[in-house]
């Protein structure tokens, strides 16, 4: 009975991370891709480590930003430009 | 002739490794031309290290020359430095590359496959062939060396004698970095101290086959990157080997780089669990080591603490912080250090056998030591990378000042 207690608990915990994240919109590429370019639109590169310097794609213009320096970014630009957070 | 094989790919592991390429493109990209005579010139400091760490006449012989670092500077230095080196390099190295592969296997064969689960899947296969036979990591290290070399010369005969190139002319270019490339040519040859050779001389023979392979790869590497991609692109970028694979025969060429990076990340975790393996397991039986964790099944504990170690960084996400690279040069510089002392004690040994001063072993321990502090001291992370430094090897030095003093004594420890 602990044992599934235990596993109830778990399960709720894990689960309960992506009912959260579920609130925030994904974008398809072929849904970016028309936006490239725009210049309301800024791409932000927020990989980290080997998630970025390991991997062959790299979106052009897409600015890099690290999530620990959010402060410093977040308010740089205009509340009418939309961001778009590409991560691994 | 089987154990030279298996010497020369172990020797080879690190150099032909995704780590290596990297910091080969890299080094292409802010020195041209002189990338060729700093390969050169790296590559006889390396074999003049090999020749004196091997030489058959050294009274002291070992996998990792602990005992002889032991004899002729300290015993508790000469573990401290073995213990740090190879078990921060293993575990850092092994890492980083395996999750290299990982998205090479993603990004350039199946992209639905993720990254990381492919990195624990070779990181069990590793462990899991290192653990049931030491006949199959054997075999799984030659075939994986043979593989990057096949790869390598097949891109290169291609580059060189097929394709028309792309890049800018070559010309003699100085890096605005000082002394970068002359240094980090010595990172891109170090893995001949790997060599797991019992015979007297073999060593020898083995790393220099190797550094003789590894230069005419790196030589000819460095010429076809030049006639690919212009120089500016490889010093900016973070995969120039790619890079200039693409350049050579898209899309063929990326895949057999992908086959390559795959194969010699595995090459390199298999090369630094067996020499670690081996390494402590020789250790122990000297009594410089745990017996139970060295002894048992030769050391297979180890390996499965290591493998545990790896996942439980992978796990918690250590491949995508920005400090990983750090440490990785931290560890890469521990390394130097090592093969520093162990070079040094060498040359001293050799001295003392043969009665006359082996100047030049003294003259390269010197260079490469001089190496250490350069890069140690020189770049960005620099607080980050000394404490690391100086963590690890406190730690090491901690652990061997305990067991010489109180465990040699059986009264505490088991």
């Given at each position: 009975?602990?044992?599934?207690?235990f596993f109830v608990?778990?399960?709720f915990?894990?689960?309960g991370?992506t009912?959260?994240?579920?609130n925030?919109?994904?974008?398809?590429?072929?849904?970016?891709?028309?936006?490239?370019?725009s210049?309301d639109?800024?791409?932000?590169?927020?990989?980290?480590?080997?998630?970025?310097?390991?991997?062959?794609?790299k979106i052009k213009?897409a600015?890099?930003?690290?999530?620990?320096?959010?402060?410093?970014?977040?308010?740089?630009?205009?509340?009418?430009?939309?961001?778009v957070?590409?991560?691994? | 002739?089987?154990v030279?094989?298996?010497?020369?790919?172990?020797?080879?592991?690190?150099?032909l490794s995704?780590?290596?390429?990297?910091?080969?493109g890299k080094?292409?990209?802010?020195?041209?031309?002189?990338?060729?005579?700093v390969?050169?010139?790296a590559?006889?400091?390396?074999a003049?290290?090999a020749?004196?760490?091997?030489?058959?006449h050294?009274?002291?012989?070992?996998?990792?020359?602990?005992l002889?670092?032991?004899?002729?500077?300290?015993?508790v230095?000469?573990?401290?430095?073995?213990?740090a080196?190879?078990?921060s390099?293993?575990?850092?190295a092994?890492?980083?590359?395996?999750?290299?592969?990982?998205?090479?296997?993603?990004?350039?064969?199946?992209?639905?496959?993720?990254?990381?689960?492919f990195?624990?899947l070779?990181?069990?296969g590793?462990?899991?062939?290192?653990i049931?036979s030491?006949?199959?990591?054997?075999?799984?290290?030659m075939?994986?060396v043979?593989?990057?070399i096949?790869?390598?010369?097949?891109?290169?005969?291609?580059?060189?004698?097929?394709?028309?190139?792309?890049g800018?002319?070559?010309?003699?270019?100085s890096?605005?970095?000082?002394?970068?490339g002359?240094?980090?040519?010595?990172?891109l040859?170090?893995?001949y101290?790997?060599?797991?050779?019992?015979?007297?001389?073999?060593?020898?023979?083995?790393?220099?086959?190797a550094?003789?392979?590894?230069?005419?790869i790196?030589?000819?590497?460095?010429?076809t990157?030049?006639?690919?991609?212009?120089?500016?692109?490889?010093?900016?970028?973070?995969?120039?080997?790619?890079?200039v694979?693409?350049?050579?025969?898209?899309?063929m060429?990326r895949?057999?780089?992908?086959?390559?990076?795959?194969?010699?990340?595995c090459?390199a975790?298999?090369?630094?669990?067996?020499?670690?393996?081996?390494?402590?397991?020789?250790?122990a039986?000297e009594?410089?080591f745990p017996?139970?964790?060295?002894k048992?099944?030769?050391?297979?504990?180890?390996?499965?603490?290591?493998?545990?170690?790896?996942?439980?960084?992978m796990f918690?996400?250590?491949?995508?912080?920005e400090v990983?690279?750090?440490?990785?040069h931290?560890?890469?510089?521990?390394?130097?250090l090592?093969?520093s002392?162990?070079?040094?004690?060498?040359?001293r040994?050799?001295?003392?056998?043969?009665?006359?001063?082996?100047?030049?072993?003294?003259f390269?321990?010197?260079?490469?030591?001089?190496?250490?502090?350069?890069f140690?001291f020189?770049?960005?992370?620099?607080?980050?990378?000394?404490?690391?430094?100086?963590?690890?090897?406190?730690?090491a030095?901690?652990?061997?000042l305990?067991?010489?003093v109180?465990?040699?004594?059986?009264?505490?420890?088991?």
């Amino acid at each position: 009975m602990k044992k599934l207690l235990f596993f109830v608990i778990v399960l709720f915990f894990t689960s309960g991370a992506t009912v959260f994240a579920a609130n925030v919109p994904l974008m398809e590429k072929e849904e970016l891709q028309p936006l490239l370019g725009s210049k309301d639109v800024v791409v932000l590169d927020v990989r980290t480590g080997r998630d970025w310097s390991q991997s062959e794609f790299k979106i052009k213009g897409a600015v890099r930003a690290s999530y620990s320096t959010f402060n410093e970014w977040g308010n740089a630009y205009s509340k009418d430009t939309t961001l778009v957070l590409y991560c691994s | 002739m089987r154990v030279s094989l298996l010497s020369i790919s172990l020797a080879l592991s690190w150099m032909l490794s995704p780590e290596s390429l990297i910091l080969l493109g890299k080094t292409v990209g802010e020195h041209g031309t002189i990338t060729l005579v700093v390969l050169g010139i790296a590559g006889v400091v390396s074999a003049i290290c090999a020749s004196v760490i091997y030489s058959p006449h050294l009274s002291v012989q070992g996998h990792s020359g602990t005992l002889l670092m032991g004899q002729e500077v300290h015993a508790v230095v000469g573990l401290s430095l073995t213990l740090a080196s190879r078990v921060s390099v293993t575990l850092l190295a092994s890492c980083a590359m395996l999750v290299t592969a990982g998205f090479a296997f993603n990004e350039i064969f199946v992209y639905w496959f993720p990254n990381f689960a492919f990195a624990t899947l070779l990181l069990v296969g590793i462990t899991g062939v290192n653990i049931v036979s030491r006949g199959w990591a054997q075999n799984l290290q030659m075939v994986c060396v043979a593989i990057v070399i096949l790869g390598m010369v097949s891109l290169l005969l291609f580059g060189l004698l097929a394709g028309e190139g792309g890049g800018s002319e070559s010309v003699w270019q100085s890096s605005d970095v000082p002394f970068f490339g002359a240094f980090a040519g010595v990172f891109l040859f170090v893995g001949y101290d790997l060599i797991l050779s019992d015979k007297k001389g073999q060593g020898v023979v083995s790393a220099f086959i190797a550094l003789l392979l590894a230069l005419g790869i790196y030589f000819f590497w460095a010429i076809t990157s030049m006639k690919y991609a212009p120089l500016a692109q490889l010093s900016g970028s973070t995969i120039p080997h790619l890079i200039v694979a693409k350049s050579i025969v898209a899309p063929m060429g990326r895949m057999v780089m992908g086959v390559v990076i795959i194969a010699g990340a595995c090459a390199a975790a298999n090369a630094l669990f067996m020499t670690t393996r081996e390494t402590l397991a020789h250790l122990a039986e000297e009594g410089l080591f745990p017996e139970w964790l060295g002894k048992y099944r030769r050391g297979v504990l180890l390996l499965i603490v290591l493998a545990m170690s790896i996942c439980l960084m992978m796990f918690t996400g250590l491949a995508g912080e920005e400090v990983l690279e750090v440490y990785l040069h931290g560890s890469l510089l521990l390394w130097l250090l090592h093969i520093s002392v162990r070079c040094y004690s060498a040359s001293r040994n050799l001295s003392r056998e043969k009665g006359s001063r082996v100047v030049h072993g003294f003259f390269v321990s010197i260079l490469l030591f001089g190496a250490f502090l350069y890069f140690l001291f020189w770049g960005q992370s620099v607080q980050v990378r000394v404490e690391f430094c100086f963590l690890t090897l406190a730690a090491a030095f901690c652990f061997a000042l305990f067991w010489r003093v109180c465990c040699q004594k059986k009264s505490i420890c088991l």
